[in-house]
């Protein structure tokens, strides 16, 4: 063990630091500030496709509007199943007052 710490100590002796140059820092303040004024990129607004907010928000809606859709779709069909006349006119609306409780 102590001729191994003897040849660490030997190695660190012989170390020599690193300078960096003297306006090192202020090129990184620099670098950060052009970083910050640069225009963001045209894709940028798709990062919010990651965000699970964001997602879980879009998933909501996606599932609402596709509920909507398949029961315009089923009551259209089932209205035409039935061979009712539309509900806009006066028979038609009758008949779905009517028929209400009695379609299955």
Known sequence: MNENDDKLRALLR???EIE???NFEANVWRR???SEASAPSPVGWL???WRPAFALT???AVSVMIG???GIHTAAARNAALDLP????L???YLALTTKGTQR
């Open 32 to 34: 950060i500030r052009q």
């Open 47 to 49: 990062e919010w496709l």
């Open 68 to 70: 909507a859709l398949s």
């Open 86 to 89: 539309p509900a806009h006119t």
């Open 91 to 93: 028979t038609g609306g």
């Open 58 to 60: 879009a998933s909501v």
């Open 20 to 22: 960096p140059r003297g």
């Open 14 to 16: 012989q170390w020599r």
